[in-house]
């Protein structure tokens, strides 16, 4: 379709409607449609710098978010925001309302803010979000910050996407074997004690103080941590810092570029194993051997791996 | 995946009465529809402006303090200024009737008053929205 043509040309000229359009055809991806805008935007991207914003429900990521935009605005940086919520694995309908707590930047000409369904992806982010941070790198945006949902333990979706990885903890979330366990703990490249005027706040602190000390990797980078109460926007200047920080120690230490490298790999991880289930596997159920297969596992008759195994021989012949 | 309806709640002006647009937001995302809610005390450039941002196939205002005459035609308006006037714009809450024709003269395309089914909202979402 030329549409999509001529709605990347607006979106490399600054036009904001241009870029609402583009991410919605990518969310929907349809006839392919994702595969042709990216193809015409790559050449335009690498230039933002992106943050992620993760935690649990309620622990602030919103509220900071918006916090952090108004920072980044009066240092005269441009920001896209991209706010991931839950879709409904029933119905498919999502209530998107991380924008409640960012009406101050909305009316900003230099901020753009994008909700974002997660339309049946896990691990905190929708599959289109990559594609839709490379629309706004491309807009033009130095800074991009994505919220993921509301994540519980084990959603680092966001490893991948951000350069710059913020966890946020509120007091009171459990005690301190909760900091030692595996997960979203383990990917923050800065940890932010949120609520910071409620009762154990020290605590949660020294939690997470003694979680690093007990890291067997002794990284030239230490996590810093972050006391903010977000709705005053008290801490926000100081974090805005600790990401410069990081952003500069990646930046020396030729670790951006693994960032990048890492990152581009897991976007092209994801295309190819989408598109190999969506075309071998969506053929494959087509065919009789497969249903063949099925039915003697339902008789008994043979094992799954085996049936897999089956399988697997049948594709390798097709190609 | 499929096309999925995108609708833009808001409460425009200085009512705080939002226990019925949080009704009808909970019904059309039950009925499948991505719904941005953003909230109380918005300005017609807010809305506008989330509006553009979020590429919403339609929108729902929710309006009870009687200034809908005033607010209807700004976002009506602005909308037309950004070359967005294909956004549907409905709205809801105390509109008293004569009002409605006036409201339904400017662009907006439908008021849905108190005790309005659920169901009724969501089909003429559903069948107004172009695709």
New interface residues.
């Given amino acids: 379709m030329s549409d999509s043509a001529e709605l990347v040309k607006r979106l490399l000229k600054g036009d904001r409607r241009a870029a609402a359009k583009l991410i919605t055809l990518v969310e929907n991806d349809n006839n392919g449609q994702s595969a042709k805008i990216m193809h015409l935007l790559h050449p335009h991207t690498k230039k933002a710098y992106i943050v992620g914003v993760t935690g649990a429900p309620g622990s602030g990521k919103s509220t900071l978010t918006d916090r952090l935009t108004h920072e980044l605005r009066t240092k005269e940086k441009t920001v896209g925001v991209i706010a991931v919520d839950p879709t409904s694995p029933f119905t498919g309908g999502a209530l998107l309302g991380d924008r409640i707590r960012m009406k101050e930047s909305c009316t900003d000409k230099g901020v753009f803010i994008r909700s974002m369904g997660t339309r049946g992806s896990l691990g905190g982010l929708s599959r289109a979000t990559n594609n839709a941070i490379r629309i706004l790198d491309a807009f033009g945006k130095d800074f991009i910050l994505v919220e993921t949902v509301g994540a519980g333990q084990s959603e680092v979706d966001i490893v991948n996407s951000a350069y710059t990885s913020i966890v946020i903890l509120v007091p009171g979330m459990g005690d301190d074997i909760q900091a030692i366990k595996a997960g979203i703990l383990e990917i923050g490249d800065i940890f932010v004690v949120n609520k910071a005027d409620r009762d154990g706040a020290d605590r949660t602190v020294m939690e997470l103080e003694m979680m690093l000390e007990l890291n067997p990797k002794k990284n030239v980078w230490r996590p810093p941590i972050i006391k903010t109460i977000a709705s005053r926007g008290e801490g926000v200047e100081e974090l805005l810092s600790c990401i410069e920080k990081h952003r500069s120690y990646l930046e020396s230490n030729n670790l951006l570029e693994k960032r990048q490298d890492c990152r581009n790999e897991s976007e092209l991880m994801d295309v190819l194993s989408y598109r190999i289930n969506k075309y071998l596997l969506d053929d494959l159920k087509q065919s009789g051997s497969y249903t063949d297969l099925l039915k003697k596992i339902c008789e008994q008759k043979i094992d799954i791996y085996t049936a897999a195994d089956e399988i697997l021989k049948i594709l390798w012949k097709k190609s | ?4 309806i ?1 609708i833009l709640m808001a409460k425009p002006g200085l009512d705080g009465h939002d226990r019925g647009i949080k009704v009808v ?2 019904a ?12 109380l ?3 017609p ?2 809305i506008v ?2 509006a ?4 919403v196939d339609a929108m729902g205002l929710s309006i009870l303090s009687g200034a809908h005459m005033a607010l209807f035609p700004k976002i009506i308006d602005l909308l037309k200024s ?3 006037e294909d956004i549907l714009v409905t709205g809801g809450g105390i509109i008293p009737k004569e009002d409605i024709e006036e409201l339904k003269k400017m662009g907006v395309s439908a008021i849905f008053g108190p005790g309005t089914p659920t169901t009724e909202i969501i089909k003429y979402i559903e069948e107004n929205v172009k695709n």
């Avoid at chain 2, 553009?52 to 590429?55: L, M, S």
């Fill in positions: 995946m499929d096309k999925k995108r937001a909970r059309l995302r039950d009925a499948g529809m991505e719904v941005v809610y953003t909230g005390h918005q300005t450039e807010q402006e989330a553009i941002q979020e590429d950004n070359n967005a």
